[in-house]
């Protein structure tokens, strides 16, 4: 992923999310997917849904609910341990 400036917010953002809601590292993986799709599905600009989720409680610890949900399933556990194999290679 070329590190735009758009994209340099989004992992800013990310981070203050991440911390804001103390996720472990396998929600903190699939949070951006998450907030994309949440994006669409909502017609709300990404950077924007994101600024919101961070000064919106309610939303904010409902986002952080489903990646904490979706981060115990076995797909996500999958993904992470190949991402930590990637990381070796």
Do not use: C
């Not at 590292?25 to 017609?43: C, Q, Y």
């Not at 904490?68 to 194999?85: F, G, N």
């Amino acid at each position: 992923m070329e590190m735009t400036p758009e994209n340099q917010m989004f992992v800013k953002l990310l981070t203050s999310f991440s911390r804001k809601h103390d996720l472990g590292p396998i929600a903190s993986m699939l949070l951006p997917g998450l907030l994309r799709k949440a994006a669409v599905e909502t017609d709300i600009e990404l950077l924007e849904l994101t600024r919101r989720s961070l000064k919106i409680a309610e939303l904010g610890d409902y986002l952080a609910g489903r990646a904490r949900v979706l981060a115990e399933t076995d797909k996500a556990k999958e993904l992470w341990e190949e991402h930590l194999q990637e990381g070796v290679a």
